[in-house]
C-alpha cells in the first residue's frame, strides 16, 4: 500500500489490470482520474484491453480450482489477516477514498471501517456455512443440503461506495470458497488499484494461488465482458437502475446468475409523534451526507401537516449551519460532486423542480470562488413538491429533499410507496402502533424499514438490498452469503433394499 501510495505521486501512469500477484497493461489508451476535491489529475490508469481480460479470466478459473478445496476456515484466516491489513491502512485509505470520490474524511475513514467489519463478520461466517438435515420418507435414508461454491464471480461496483460495496460481495465470495473479478467504477480506479496491493500482500505471505484476487478496469464495455461470460457464474452490480436493467437482460440471457443493488428513491416519514431532536439530525445527515450520492440517500420527506411548518423552519436552520469545501476539513459536512456530469444533472433537477410547481425553500447553486476551483461543489436544495410529479418518482444522485405533507398514517404510507424504486425508508414516531403499521406487511415496501433512524446507512450484520427497481439483490449480513454458492440436495441409501418413487416395482 505504501509503495502503491508512493508510485502516484513519483509515476502517475499506473496499471489497471491485476490478478493477484500480477499488474501488466497491453493498451497505450488511459483513463485521467481527477479529483472532484479539486480538480488535480491524481493519476492515468490503462484500462483493462480484451486481451488482458482473458488472461485474468483463465487466471481466475485455474485459482478456482485450487481455493474450493481450501477449507472454508482457512480461506476465513485469509481474510482476517486481509481485515488486518486494512486496518494497518485505514488512515489512508481513507484519505484516498476522500480524495478521489469526494466524500467527506469521516465518511472515508468509516467506509474502510464497513471493510474491517465485513471481514470480521465472514471470518465467522466462515465456520456457520450450514446446511439442512431431513427426513427420508423411505427407510434406511438420510438426506441433507450442502453449499458449494459457484466459481468466478464478477463484482461491478460504482463511485459513490468505491471500497465498501465490493468488500461486501468479496469478503463473503471468498469465504463461500468462490474466486472475485472487480470492475470498479472507471471514476475511482484508484481507490479499488490500492484494495489490489493490500490484499496482493496477503496473498504472497501465504503462498496462495495467483487470481483468487482480480482486478479490471475500464467503462462499460469491461463491465459487459463479464455480463456476456458464460465463465463468470455470477455477476454482482451496483449503480443505477437504467445500468441494472442492462445487466440482469444481458446475465439472464445466458442463464448466469446476477445479484443487482442499484438506486434508491427513500423517504422519511414524520409522524406528529416524532422526537424533532432526533429526527432533524437524521434527516439532514440523510439528505446531504455524501452530498446526496448514497443510494439510501433521504431524497424525501413526508410531514404530518400538524408539525410540517415547524419542521421546515428546523430544517432551513440547519441547512444555514452546513460547511460546504474540502471533504479533507474534518469540519466540513458536504463535499463535491463526484464530477461535472453529476453537477449538469443537479441543475437539470433544479430547472424541473420550478417548471414541475415547486417552491424553493433554499436554492440549489453550483458555488464558485476560492476553494470551489472544480466545479463540483453545490448547494444543498430543499424543495416543496407535489407528490406525484414527475421529477419526485426520479433519483436524482445530489443533495436535493423533497418536501410534502400527510393527513392520516396510511396516506404516509402510499406516498412513500408510490415510487418505482424500494431501496431504504424510515419513520419518525414514539407511537408503537404506528412503527408497527410502518414495518407491518401494509406498511413499507422497500428492501429497508427503520424507525427513528435515518434511510442512510447500513450495518454488515442485516442483509442490505431492496425491491421493485431497486434490484431485489441482497448483500453483507445475514444469509446474504447464500447467493455465492450453489445449493446442493443429497440422499444415501445405507439399507440394504431400492424402496422406488410411488411404491412402484422393478423387477430384474
Known sequence: MQQFLQKLKTQ????????GQAFWHSTEELIDTHSPVD??????????????????????????AEWRTIPAP????????????FRRYKKELGTLVSYEMGKSLQEGLGEVQEIIDICDFAVGLSRQLYGLTMQSERPDHRMYEQWHPLGVVGIISAFNFPVAVW???????????????????????????????????????????????????GGSEAGSWLCTDPRIALVSATGSTRMGKVVARTVAGRLGRYLLELGGNNAIIVSSHADLNVAIPAIV???????????????????????????KQRLVRAYGQLRIGNPLDEKVHVG????????AAYQSALFKIKEQ???????GEVLEGPGFGSGCYVRP???????????VQHETFAPILYLMKYATLEEAIDLQNGVPQGLSSSIFTLNLREAEQFLSAAGSDCGIANVNIGTSGAEIGGAFGGEKESGGGRESGSDAWRAYMRRQTNTINYGTALPLAQGIKFEL
Open 167 to 217: 468488500s461486501w460481495n468479496a469478503m463473503i465470495a471468498w469465504v463461500c470458497g468462490n474466486v472475485c473479478i472487480w470492475k470498479p467504477s472507471e471514476k475511482t480506479p484508484l481507490t479499488a488499484l490500492a484494495c489490489q496491493q493490500i490484499i496482493l500482500d496477503v496473498l504472497v505471505q501465504n503462498d496462495l494461488p495467483e487470481g483468487v484476487s482480480c482486478l479490471i478496469t
Open 74 to 85: 482457512r480461506r476465513g484466516e485469509m481474510v482476517r489477516q486481509i481485515g488486518e491489513q
Open 285 to 311: 445527515f440523510g439528505a446531504v451526507g455524501t452530498a446526496g450520492q448514497r443510494c439510501t440517500s433521504t431524497r424525501r420527506l413526508i410531514i404530518h401537516e400538524s408539525i410540517y411548518e415547524d419542521v
Open 39 to 64: 480538480g488535480e489529475l491524481m493519476a492515468r490508469v490503462h484500462p483493462t484491453t480484451r486481451d488482458d481480460y482473458d488472461k485474468v479470466v483463465q487466471t481466475a478459473e485455474k485459482a478456482f
Open 336 to 343: 463535491p460532486l463526484i464530477d461535472r456530469d453529476a453537477v
Open 381 to 391: 436544495a430543499i424543495a416543496e413538491m407535489p407528490a406525484q410529479t414527475e421529477i
Open 357 to 363: 410547481g415547486g417552491r424553493m425553500l433554499i436554492d
Open 12 to 19: 502517475p501512469v499506473v496499471s489497471g489490470t491485476s490478478t
